[in-house]
């Protein structure tokens, strides 16, 4: 869709076209909202002062794109967001080459903006890579490591921050305000370059109170740090204010230095139930937009709630339980203790490697440090894992959320990848609940472990499993049934339900294995079935690569044959996790197709 030539007038109705047509459709198919409301009338002036089909357009986390994408020839299948066979809900080169590069996890743009400017340079293109990353992400330390950079290599690149809980500004009040709409105008940005000119060329006596002068100026602006990190900083702007922002990104457009703008800007900007700091409205199901009541789901309990009212029951009897969580309170269960002990559980916004290395030095403390992560988000802190919490062997309990298929998310969000890579560490152990009652037992269980440990649980609620759980014992399974034929069923987590509903379908009778633990292995048990049990299927939600069948094939039982219905070595699409099983052939009906006698 070309802008270029639409008047502000016109924009601003371009602007309430893009919000109604994002309010509906994810209305519909559930998404990210509020973010992506409020970040309407920055895009729009991106796309309207630099050229998107050659500069870099690098959106961080990018769950905030969605005008982006109707604005770069996907409008009319925009009602497939986030579904089966679908357009992502982050941007994907795949699926349109306006977008530069995926993303689903956070602070990695302005390192891609690093990167692309000195590929610009070298290439001796006249190309601007533009990054927009929002105030939560600033919470992350590779932020601060690119902007260090960027700031000593000085090539043109541009930052947008989209500042929408006034987290930098608000400290500051009515005199910053004030100071910094001045030096975003075009008058102080020429003024300041001339001046610079001319200190250059004089005495350092002379110069003295003038230096003097800006350094005190900065003191009083938000924009100090980045000053002091060597970039160029405009704002804070009004983000909501095309004129304005059509102003600033030219202003930085023709600086061809580094260059971050501060835009400030409502949370759900457009849709008045949604607007302001609103933590449920970030990300959605489906929902009635004239009431913004959520549409109803399943009523079954999901497993993350299992595992806060679990942990709060235990902390409250246990003083030295702690735990942590990297922006994800809700999502992991950690609000739930969080609300009735906030001196005991904190949320350290998104600093994985900082949550995980600050809750080994509570270890070593004597507290019991609990650090509840998505499975796709623990992976970075995957060297904070190995050097900070197993080689000194802490006591640190990983509680592992989002283990398997997430559905809508998509590639960047997939639980796929935690058994293989935790399995792989010296002092770790590796368990999973199957229910409710398990999930307690696992953390009883995790709070007495004196060596770093980690369970993992699904979004949602666990599959049903009818057999009752029993008190975990380290490297111990649980034999939930004997069967008539030589197949056994070797569930792990979320598994045991799919084997257990798998087994039902069957017409004849098989034996079924709650592994629980997959490191340590319960070998004698394993043994012992290969007596009575020669073919063996695996049920887990995980990547078949360093996953629970290559872990048992590594105990090199003989006369068993293993065949694993765990994911194979791609990366998972996003859709309806149900439609997305199905895509697999892990529905346990087609599962039951699978297994002979």
Request: proline share 4%; hydrophobic share 40%; glycine share 8%.
């Amino acid at each position: 869709m070309d802008i270029k030539k639409k008047s502000i007038d016109q924009l601003n109705e371009l602007c309430v076209d893009i919000r109604k047509k994002i309010l509906e459709t994810v209305s519909k198919n559930g998404g990210h909202l509020s973010s992506t409301l409020g970040v309407v009338e920055i895009i729009v002036a991106m796309h309207y002062v630099f050229d998107s089909e050659n500069d870099p357009f690098i959106f961080d986390v990018s769950h905030q794109a969605y005008a982006h994408k109707l604005l770069t020839d996907r409008w009319d299948e925009f009602d497939t967001l986030r579904q089966f066979g679908g357009i992502s809900g982050y941007t994907k080169p795949s699926e349109s080459p306006y977008d530069y590069f995926i993303a689903g996890h956070s602070s990695t743009s302005i390192s891609l903006a690093v990167g692309a400017a000195k590929a610009i340079k070298l290439k001796n293109e006249e190309r601007l890579p533009i990054a927009l990353i929002g105030d939560g992400s600033m919470s992350a330390g590779m932020v601060y490591e690119a902007m260090n950079e960027l700031g000593d290599i000085k090539l043109p690149a541009i930052i947008i921050l989209n500042d929408n809980e006034m987290s930098i500004a608000k400290p500051i009040g009515a005199i910053s305000n004030y100071l910094s709409q001045m030096m975003a105008g075009r008058f102080y940005q020429k003024l300041k370059a001339k001046t610079t000119q001319v200190l250059e060329h004089l005495p350092e006596s002379a110069t003295y109170i003038a230096k003097r002068f800006d350094e005190s100026l900065k003191l009083i602006t938000p924009g100090l740090l980045f000053e002091e990190l060597g970039l160029e900083y405009i704002g804070p702007t009004n983000g909501h204010d095309l004129e304005a922002l059509i102003e600033s990104f030219t202003i930085a457009k023709n600086m061809k230095k580094p260059v971050i703008i501060h835009a400030q800007t409502t949370k759900g900007k457009g849709y008045e139930i949604a607007e302001g700091y609103f933590e449920h409205w970030h990300g959605v199901g489906k929902f009635d937009i004239d009431t913004g009541e959520a549409i109803a789901k399943n009523g079954a309990k999901n497993a993350t709630t299992m595992f806060g009212e679990s942990l709060l029951a235990l902390a409250l009897e246990k003083e030295n339980i702690v735990g942590v969580t990297a922006a994800m309170p809700s999502g992991t269960g950690i609000k739930i203790p969080m609300e009735t002990l906030p001196e005991r559980f904190w949320d350290v916004a998104i600093a994985e490697q900082h949550a995980v290395t600050s809750m080994c030095a509570m270890a070593k403390e004597g507290f019991k440090p609990f650090v509840a992560i998505y499975s796709t988000f623990l992976q970075r802190a995957y060297d904070q894992i190995i050097h900070d919490a197993c080689i000194m062997a802490l006591p640190v309990v990983f509680a592992v959320d989002r283990a398997g298929i997430v559905g809508e998310d998509g590639e960047t969000h997939q639980g796929t990848f935690d058994i293989s890579f935790l399995r792989a560490i010296p002092n770790m152990t590796l368990f999973a609940p199957r229910d409710e009652k398990s999930m307690t037992e696992a953390i009883k269980f995790a709070y007495n472990m004196k060596t770093p440990c980690s369970f993992r649980y699904p979004r949602g609620a666990f599959m049903p499993c009818e057999y009752e759980s029993k008190p975990l014992k380290i490297g111990k399974s649980q034999l939930l049934k004997d069967g008539d034929s030589d197949i056994l069923l070797i569930g792990y987590g979320n598994g045991v339900g799919r084997a257990c509903v798998t087994a039902k379908i069957l017409d004849f009778d098989v034996a079924i294995l709650d592994l629980i633990f997959v490191k340590p292995l319960d070998v004698e048990k394993l043994k012992e079935l290969s007596q009575r049990y020669k073919k063996w299927f695996v049920f887990s939600d995980s990547s078949q690569m360093g996953g629970v069948a290559s872990a048992i094939k590594e105990l090199g039982i003989e006369g068993i044959t293993i065949t694993t219905f765990e994911y194979e070595d791609k990366f998972t699409v996003h859709g309806n996790t149900k439609l997305v099983e199905e895509s697999m052939g892990l529905l346990p009906e087609q599962l039951a197709k699978k297994i002979t006698i």
